[in-house]
């Protein structure tokens, strides 16, 4: 089910079971795989992958080409850059069904190119700075930088 005012651009493909809010939006080519529920005033960029068994918040902006895997929660008002990786299996290729996607808490960014590791805690308002590497969960509003990424306050300009 898709709410009032949404706007799916060619080549979206949105697999049964997705639920989207009002003022849903994605661009090209987006994939959406089947249970996910998507909230209110959710943008997609374009070549987007949401792989599916996904819960996404209010206000949720993702810029292109993010790859998001089975079982991640991303909460409300959550910012994704551009190239954005999630990962949820810790020794690819896994088949013993211990797959944990991350949680990425509220009003939370993630920064272009940014990975974030199997099953850590993006804590809210925190910020992922582009190109970071995340290995361990990062407390709440806290600057994550680097590869691996080290915590460093978060610095005022960057609260929202």
């Given at each position: 089910?898709?709410?009032?005012?949404?706007?799916?651009?060619?080549?979206?493909?949105?697999?049964?079971?997705?639920?989207?809010?009002?003022?849903?939006?994605?661009?090209?080519?987006?994939?959406?795989?089947?249970?996910?529920?998507?909230?209110?005033?959710?943008?997609?960029?374009?070549?987007?992958?949401?792989?599916?068994?996904?819960?996404?918040?209010?206000?949720?902006?993702?810029?292109?080409?993010?790859?998001?895997?089975?079982?991640?929660?991303?909460?409300?008002?959550?910012?994704?850059?551009?190239?954005?990786?999630?990962?949820?299996?810790?020794?690819?290729?896994?088949d013993?069904?211990?797959?944990?996607?991350?949680?990425?808490?509220?009003?939370?960014?993630?920064g272009?190119?940014a990975?974030?590791?199997?099953?850590?805690?993006?804590?809210?308002?925190?910020?992922?700075?582009?190109?970071?590497?995340?290995?361990?969960?990062?407390?709440?509003?806290?600057?994550?930088?680097?590869?691996?990424?080290?915590?460093?306050?978060?610095?005022?300009?960057?609260?929202?």
């Amino acid at each position: 089910m898709i709410g009032r005012n949404a706007v799916i651009r060619s080549g979206t493909t949105i697999y049964c079971d997705v639920t989207a809010g009002d003022n849903f939006s994605t661009g090209h080519n987006v994939v959406i795989r089947e249970h996910t529920t998507i909230g209110n005033n959710v943008s997609i960029g374009t070549n987007t992958i949401i792989e599916g068994n996904t819960k996404i918040g209010n206000g949720v902006n993702m810029q292109s080409l993010v790859y998001i895997p089975t079982g991640v929660v991303i909460e409300d008002d959550v910012f994704i850059g551009p190239n954005a990786v999630l990962t949820n299996d810790p020794y690819p290729p896994n088949d013993r069904g211990n797959l944990k996607g991350p949680i990425i808490r509220k009003g939370a960014s993630i920064g272009a190119n940014a990975t974030i590791l199997p099953g850590i805690e993006i804590g809210e308002g925190s910020l992922v700075a582009a190109g970071a590497i995340v290995t361990k969960d990062v407390p709440p509003h806290t600057l994550a930088v680097g590869a691996p990424a080290r915590f460093r306050d978060l610095p005022a300009e960057a609260q929202r």
